[in-house]
Nanobody
């Protein structure tokens, strides 16, 4: 089992920045590809993912150039730096872990955090 706990959400004005953190415990963190997803309505949307070593990152087109995913395997933590935030970025952001490969699909991820709310005001 892997337990994931997100933090860092909040209310920010459009154009501002937030940095989300996701702390992992349980099994070896570096064994997992990590992803960030967000949900504003019914569907959970892929945001970004990072490989086990951190060498490769993948982003949704909607956040490319504005968001940066990173990880610190020594601290068992994955981060999402969000810059130039827009009102349409408002959502609950969740981190997830998969023992397989980088994927855009939530069903491919084995473990999930509880989520943290990000609200961007216009």
């Amino acid at each position: 089992q892997v337990q994931l706990v997100e933090s860092g959400g909040g209310l920010v004005q459009a154009g501002g920045s937030l940095k989300l953190s996701c702390a992992a415990s349980g099994r070896t963190f570096s064994n997992y590809v990590m992803g960030w997803f967000r949900q504003a309505g019914k569907e959970r949307e892929f945001v970004a993912a990072i490989t086990r070593s951190g060498g490769t990152t993948t982003y949704a087109d909607s956040v490319k150039g504005r968001f940066t995913i990173s990880r610190d395997n020594a601290k068992n933590t994955v981060y999402l730096q969000m810059n130039s935030l827009k009102p349409e970025d408002t959502a609950v952001y969740s981190c997830a872990a998969t023992s397989y490969y980088t994927s855009y699909y939530p069903s491919h991820y084995n473990y999930w955090g509880q989520g943290t709310q990000v609200t961007v005001s216009s």
